[in-house]
C-alpha cells in the first residue's frame, strides 16, 4: 500500500505548508449565460494544466465570496471524468483581462496560508512532469478519478531557491509572449471569419455589383472573380455562378475508432492521436497524445470534424493522424485547383460549413448544407455531378438535402485500469527536497 503523506497537519515542505483549498459549489443552468462571473468549471482547464479560453460561459447567479476567482488566482481540479487522467489535480491561473470567475463544484482554489506565498513558484511546480504523475499515482475511482484533498496538500514543495527564482521568472515572460501571439491569431482569425460571412454567406460583393456599386475593400481583379445578379433556389436568392450542393456529394466521410488505452502515449511514438475535440485550436490540433496501434486514420490537409457533444467543431490536419471515435475525417472527392490558385475563401469554405446537430444522440447524425461556386471545378465536372445517379436517401431524409452520419456498431472496448507502480515515498520526497534545479515545466 502507497503510504500517503498528511498534509492536514502542515508537514514542512509540502502544500499543505503554503496553501489551503475552498471547494465550489453547484449552480442554476438556466443562468448560465447570463452577465456574470465566468464559469471555472472542467472545461476552462486545457490538459495538464493552463487556462483554457474557449468555450467559456458565464453565470448570472447570485456567487458566495469564497467561491469568486479574481485575476491572478489559481484554482485546480481535483477529479477527472475522463480516464487519460489529462484533468486530474490540473491547475490553471485566471487570466489579467477576466476580472473574476465562479468556482463549480469540480474545481477548488488555492488560499494562501502565509504572507510570503510564492504563488509563481507553486504554480509552475504543479505543471511540471512530475506532479502529473504523482496525480496519476494517487488518483482514485474507475468511471470518475479523483484526487483526496489531503493527497494534493501532502504534495512536496522544494526550497524556492535562486536558481528556481530565476527559472520562474523565464517561464513566466515565455507564457506571457504565449498570450500575446494567441490573441494575434485570435483577432486574424476573427478578420478571417468576418470577410469570409461577407463574401460567402452574405455575399456583399455580389449585392454591390447588382446595385451598381463598388464592393468595398476590394480590388479590381478580386472584384471581377464574383458575379452581378443573383437567381432564385431552394434557399433564397443565389449569385448566379452559384449551386446547391450537399456534404455526402461534396466529401467522404468516415468514422474514427479508439484503440485500446495501453497504446497511448506523450513520446511521439507512432502517429499523432486526435479522441475529440479537445485539442482542437482555431484551425489546427494540437500534437498532444500519440498512438503506436491505431486504427483508423486521416491525412494531412483532411477535415476532422467532432461526432461528440459538442458536434460540429473543426479542424484540419497538418499531418497524416490516429483518429478516436469522436473524430470523423472529410476528404474532398473532387480534386481542385492549389491553394495559390483557387478562389478567396476555397479553403475557407471546406472548414465552415453550417452545422446543425439532429435532435438526439449526437453521434448518430449530422445535417449539413454547403454553398460552393461551380467555378471551382473542371470544366464540364458541374453537369456530370448533376446528371449521376444519387444515392437513395433514408426514410428520414428523404426529399432532403442532408447527410446522415451513422454511428459504429462496433462493441465498446474496455480497457482495464493499468496497476500503479508503488514507489519508495520516502525516498522520492528526499529527492525532490534536495535537487538543485526545479524540474522543468510540462
Not at 81 to 89: C, M, P
Not at 98 to 119: C, E, F
Not at 162 to 185: C, G, M, T
Not at 209 to 222: H, I, L, S, V, W
Request: charged share 25%.
Amino acid at each position: 500500500m502507497v503510504s500517503r503523506p498528511k498534509a492536514s497537519t502542515r508537514n514542512p515542505g509540502t502544500l499543505g505548508e503554503w496553501v489551503k483549498l475552498v471547494r465550489g459549489t453547484t449552480y442554476k443552468g438556466y443562468l448560465v449565460g447570463k452577465p456574470g462571473p465566468v464559469l471555472l468549471g472542467l472545461s476552462s482547464i486545457s490538459p495538464n494544466g493552463g487556462f483554457r479560453r474557449t468555450n467559456f460561459e458565464t453565470y448570472g447567479g447570485d456567487c458566495a465570496k469564497n467561491i469568486v476567482v479574481n485575476s491572478g488566482d489559481i484554482y485546480v481540479s481535483l477529479k477527472d471524468v475522463t480516464q487519460s487522467a489529462d484533468l486530474l489535480g490540473a491547475v490553471a491561473r485566471l487570466p489579467k483581462d477576466i476580472s473574476s470567475g465562479r468556482l463549480t463544484q469540480d474545481t477548488v482554489r488555492l488560499i494562501a496560508i502565509r504572507k510570503d506565498t510564492p504563488w509563481d513558484y507553486i504554480y509552475w511546480l504543479l505543471r511540471t512532469p512530475q506532479y502529473r504523475n504523482f496525480c496519476s499515482r494517487y488518483a482514485t475511482g474507475t468511471t470518475t478519478l479523483g484526487l483526496g484533498r489531503d493527497d494534493f496538500l501532502g504534495y512536496p514543495v522544494p526550497d524556492f531557491t535562486d536558481q528556481r527564482r530565476f527559472i520562474v521568472q523565464a517561464l513566466e515572460a515565455i507564457e506571457r509572449r504565449h498570450e500575446e501571439l494567441s490573441f494575434q491569431s485570435e483577432t486574424l482569425e476573427s478578420l478571417a471569419r468576418t470577410i469570409f460571412k461577407s463574401w460567402f454567406v452574405d455575399f456583399d460583393p455580389v449585392r454591390a455589383k447588382a446595385e451598381g456599386r463598388e464592393p468595398d475593400g476590394m480590388d479590381a481583379d478580386t472584384v471581377a472573380l464574383f458575379p452581378s445578379e443573383f437567381v432564385e433556389s431552394s434557399l433564397g436568392s443565389l449569385p448566379i455562378s452559384y449551386f446547391i450542393s450537399d456534404l455526402q456529394s461534396e466529401c467522404a466521410i468516415s468514422m474514427g475508432q479508439s484503440p485500446p488505452g495501453s497504446t497511448y502515449n506523450e513520446c511521439v511514438e507512432g502517429l499523432p492521436f486526435f479522441q475529440g475535440r479537445a485539442d482542437f485550436k482555431t484551425m489546427f490540433p494540437k500534437r498532444r497524445i500519440y498512438c503506436s496501434e491505431p486504427s483508423r486514420f486521416a491525412s494531412a490537409g483532411d477535415v476532422l470534424l467532432s461526432v461528440r457533444a459538442p458536434v460540429g467543431d473543426i479542424n484540419i490536419a497538418l499531418d497524416d493522424c490516429a483518429i478516436g471515435r469522436g473524430v470523423a475525417p472529410r476528404q474532398r472527392k473532387r480534386s481542385l485547383p492549389p491553394p495559390s490558385s483557387r478562389k478567396s475563401g476555397t479553403a475557407v469554405s471546406a472548414t465552415r460549413s453550417r452545422l446543425c446537430a439532429v435532435p438526439g444522440n449526437s453521434t448518430n447524425s449530422l445535417n449539413c448544407k454547403i454553398r460552393r461556386p461551380s467555378g471551382y471545378y473542371p470544366p464540364g465536372q458541374r453537369h456530370q455531378n448533376r446528371n449521376r445517379k444519387q444515392p437513395k436517401a433514408s426514410r428520414r431524409t428523404s426529399g432532403k438535402t442532408d447527410i446522415r452520419v451513422h454511428r459504429l456498431r462496433v462493441p465498446r472496448q474496455r480497457v482495464r485500469p493499468q496497476p500503479r507502480a508503488q514507489p519508495n515515498r520516502q525516498q522520492w520526497v528526499t529527492r525532490m527536497m534536495v535537487s538543485n534545479s526545479m524540474p522543468s515545466a510540462h
